[in-house]
Every structure is written in structure tokens, then in C-alpha cells.
């Protein structure tokens, strides 16, 4: 690990976002909760919580970090669904591990949920929208 012992601890939060592309009749589905497994978006934004928590138990190296916020958000598109997650804590070092690992858990778990009705679907575009340092 890097040692940040010597870092101040400031503020800090990140965003990621990810992209479920799906079926328009998977959608459908969707926005009507009559998918087979249930409520699909509650159950990802858990999914997708916890696995921030769990950053560094499934990445080696990463720094366990005291999160003060997680929050998992979904905007419902006619082919698909863009995912968003914020992480924010006060710490020695970043969030963005955090925000990624949650929001491509809760894009898997979107895409395990919807598989029985869609099989083309795919998870794309995972990426960091914006770090924040100090309250910047």
C-alpha cells in the first residue's frame, strides 16, 4: 500500500458512472417492476452501496476508508439505464476506487436481474465523472 500516513485529511468525494444498454422491451419492463427477480433499481443501489463499503476487500492495495456517503442513482433511458454513484468521506485519499467498485456492482447486478428477458444487454462506459478534494 501507499503509505498517505503523512497526508492531511480533508474532504473528498467521487463520482462514477457506468451504462446498462438494454432491449426497449427490457425497459418496459423495468419501469413497470414485472421483471422476474423483482425490484431491480432497490435492489442494485444495495448492491451497489455495499460494495463501496467493500472496496478494499476486493482491490488489493486500496486503503480502507471511513465512508460518509454513498448514494447510488439511475436515470432510466428508452435503451438502457445510466447508473451513478457518489462517494464522499474525509480521509488521507480519494474515494474514486470506491464510487467505481459501486457503481459497476450495482451495473452487474442491473444486468443479473435483467438477463432472463435480455440476453444482448452490456455494461459500458464505467468511468470517473469527477474527483473532489477539500471541499473543491
Known sequence: MVDVGAK????????AQARLVCA?????LLRKQALPKGDVLAVARVAGIQAAKKTSALIPLCHVLPLDVV???FRILPRGVVVTCTV???ARTGVEMEALVGVTVAGLTL???CKAVDRKMRLESVKV???EKGGA
Open 8 to 15: 492531511p485529511v480533508v474532504a473528498r468525494k467521487a463520482v
Open 24 to 28: 426497449p422491451a427490457t425497459m418496459r
Open 71 to 73: 448514494t447510488v442513482d
Open 88 to 90: 464522499a468521506t474525509e
Open 111 to 113: 444486468y443479473d436481474m
Open 129 to 131: 465523472l469527477r474527483k
